[in-house]
């Protein structure tokens, strides 16, 4: 069989030399990962910090521009309904002004052909007078140049 013998001075100097493998191993190796897992760690966080904040200005910027462009459209809704009202009440303006002209004319037509429609039933009177003075006096068979007719 196998047998182990112990010896103190060599368990101390196994000891000893495991325990400064471990701290060169920690001051080599374990100390400087710990430091990149740290600054890593520390990266991320301020990458999701500025992601974050990214973020939080693309949505106040979105909702900026929805209230701008509904403004925009409600600025645009306003001037149409403005410039419609002003152009409906300038077409009622030329439609009284074309509707008063129309009038006007009418009005000045009708004196026209009521001083016409006088003027030739004068005219006419005259010479169915004279066109009756004339039959009556072939048919009387003398002259009626001074007999006046009566009148209606």
Do not use: W
């Amino acid at each position: 069989m196998v047998s182990i013998s112990l010896d103190l001075f060599s368990l101390l100097a196994h000891l000893i030399s495991f325990v400064l493998l471990i701290a060169a191993l920690n001051y080599c190796l374990y100390r400087p990962i710990l430091k990149i897992l740290a600054e890593r760690r520390e990266l991320f966080d301020r990458l999701k910090d500025k992601a974050a904040k990214a973020k939080s200005e693309l949505d106040s910027g979105e909702a900026e521009k929805t209230r701008l462009n509904a403004e925009s459209l409600r600025q645009a809704l306003n001037l149409k309904n403005d410039l419609t009202a002003k152009a409906a009440a300038q077409e009622k303006n030329i439609l009284a002004e074309a509707q008063e002209q129309t009038l006007r004319q009418v009005s000045e037509s009708r004196a026209r052909l009521t001083n016409s429609a006088s003027a030739a039933r004068a005219a006419l009177t005259h010479e169915v007078q004279n066109i009756a003075k004339d039959i009556a006096g072939k048919i009387l068979g003398r002259d009626l140049c001074n007999v006046t007719l009566l009148k209606k």
